[in-house]
């Protein structure tokens, strides 16, 4: 019903109801003159059968499709915030963690390689504490749009704590991964975010996982090794990207 309504739109919505009265309207009239076996006056009453439909119908549908299309509206409005976050865009962690896990069983299949990225905005404490949680939420808004300006169509990024994050970078190697992120430093290092005449620069750490998924794999598992190289990274000083390395993780 709902595509139905989004396809059709509220004029067409309206065509059709009168459409669909006229017709019931005048094999209605037929019914009627079949069951008298009385064909007097036929073509007016059909005429009237038309006429009336054409006048009263648009004016009784057009409330009804708006109606339709307010309630359509609203479940668009209620998805997208089931969906995503309110304050980056981005996806949530509940839809992140589900379609992260939908691609991972793709890419186990069709044996893909694919990237994960856990990353973490650094110091945000500190912007918090320093300019106030209102300069936290601009920090975290200029975020949402820096990634999504280098994000490729179909990578997945979400946000799914405070300031922490995650990326799931499909058909994406390690050195492809790398030069991403690279990328994504050098845009956050160059932003300044002005904020009641205060000039605020931020920093991200990222720790990043390329693998070749099996059946055992899953984004929970996959991320735990991802936030052991953000680790390494915040420890070498933040602002920076770290590589996960088996050997070294164990």
């Not at 601009?138 to 169509?153: D, P, Q, S, T, W």
């Not at 956050?188 to 693998?211: A, C, F, P, W």
């Not at 899953?218 to 991320?223: K, R, T």
Request: contains cysteine.
């Amino acid at each position: 019903m709902r595509q139905l309504v989004q396809k059709l739109g509220r004029l067409n919505i309206v065509i059709l109801i009168t459409i669909f009265s006229v017709l019931v309207s005048v094999l209605l009239t037929f019914i009627v003159f079949y069951l008298r076996q009385d064909y007097t006056n036929l073509y007016v009453s059909i005429s009237i059968a038309i006429i009336v439909p054409l006048i009263v119908a648009p004016l009784a549908s057009w409330p009804l499709a708006t109606m339709l299309m307010k309630i359509d509206g609203l479940e668009k409005e209620m998805r997208e915030l089931a969906t995503y976050d309110s304050l980056t865009g981005l996806l949530n962690r509940r839809a992140f963690f589900h379609n992260a896990n939908k691609f991972i069983y793709f890419a186990e299949r069709e044996q893909m390689p694919f990237s994960v990225i856990a990353l973490d905005l650094d110091k945000f404490k500190n912007i918090n504490d320093s300019y106030g949680h209102s300069a936290g939420d601009e920090v975290l808004k200029h975020f949402g749009k820096a990634v999504n300006a280098v994000i490729r169509k179909g990578d997945l990024i979400g946000r799914i704590g405070g300031e922490e994050f995650a990326l799931l970078l499909p058909n994406a190697s390690e050195n492809v991964a790398i030069v991403f992120s690279e990328r994504l430093h050098s845009i956050v290092r160059e932003s300044t975010i002005n904020h009641d005449q205060s000039l605020i620069k931020y920093s991200i750490s990222m720790g990043l996982v390329s693998l070749l998924p099996n059946k055992t794999d899953n984004i929970e598992s996959i991320l735990k090794k991802a936030d052991k190289s953000l680790y390494l990274a915040k420890e070498k000083g933040k602002n920076c990207t770290v590589v996960f390395n088996a050997d070294k993780a164990n």
